[in-house]
């Protein structure tokens, strides 16, 4: 039952980032992987505050942020704008995705906690 929950997020996670990836202009700067990393923070934190049901827990920590956000894209990206010259932009990609995640979940423990 839990791989199937974890599974079901998963997938429609994964499917909500790439939709937001085609709907966010990426050409000049990750915004779409900024925006799925802040989501994905908002949401985990809601429901790690908010919820106390495991399998819910499950479906929505582990299946869905777990797909929807993206450290391993956030990744690349940050090292593709720093091989392009573009050190500035690498480290505001980098700043910005830990301070806007941060205070994502921050926002969503004084909303909810």
Do not use: H, K
């Amino acid at each position: 039952m839990e791989v199937l929950l974890i599974s079901i997020g998963g997938a429609v996670g994964a499917v909500l980032r790439y939709m937001v990836g085609q709907l966010i202009d990426n050409t000049s700067f990750p915004w779409a992987t900024l925006v799925v990393n802040a989501l994905g923070s908002f949401i985990l934190g809601s429901v790690i505050f908010g919820v106390s049901d495991s399998d819910i827990l499950l479906l929505v920590s582990v299946g869905f942020c777990g797909a929807f956000t993206t450290f391993s894209s956030f990744s690349f990206q940050t090292v593709s704008l720093w091989e392009q010259g573009e050190q500035r932009a690498a480290f505001l990609n980098a700043l910005g995705n830990l301070t806007v995640s941060l205070l994502a979940f921050g926002a969503a423990w004084l909303l909810i906690a």
